[in-house]
């Protein structure tokens, strides 16, 4: 099949466009708000950025609570989700109005994180903090409307369950991360294997 998204009319019964790009890591974001209401929203368009000096990115379509906080106080956390935290990030996704804690409506704990004015998930084995770079809001050429917004985060702390470490790295099968397929199915990542790159 062959379709063009800027017409909408790919002929199926569901959009495939979230099954395509997959498995899709899921950034936990955590914040505040500027009146003091702890925030907790997955977002499944999230990946790591840069290296040299680490950057994450996300994308809020529409402008949710999450991108206010981070607009309004400058800082934000990822909570990676292990296997056993996906029934709890589900939860947290919940609709909810902005006063209300996504934490407490999780079953979680929130803890302060170190480098950063901002709460984390106390049972997530890794944290990434971050402070706010920069918000690009997409303008498409096609003229249609959007109302996706791309938020670059400098890291400014990690920390990592010592649970999860061996041999000195980070066990991808020991954190289980979940990640997004296509409509509501999930991956969890329990099985790796190794290819040496040509030269190394």
Known sequence: MYYDPRKGDHGLPHNPWTALVTPRPIGWVSSRSTAGVPNLAPYSFFNAAATHPPFVMLSSTPRKDSLSNIEGTGVFA????????AEAMNRSSAPVPSDVDEFELAGLTARPCRSIDAPCVAQSAVVIECILNRVISLSPKSGLPCDTHIVFGEVTGIEIADRVIRDGRV????IRPVSRLGYLE????????????PGS
């Open 186 to 197: 999930y991956a969890v990542t329990e099985l790796t294997f190794e290819i040496p790159r």
């Open 171 to 174: 066990r991808s099968e020991l």
């Open 78 to 85: 990822i909570n990676i989700v292990g296997a056993d935290l």
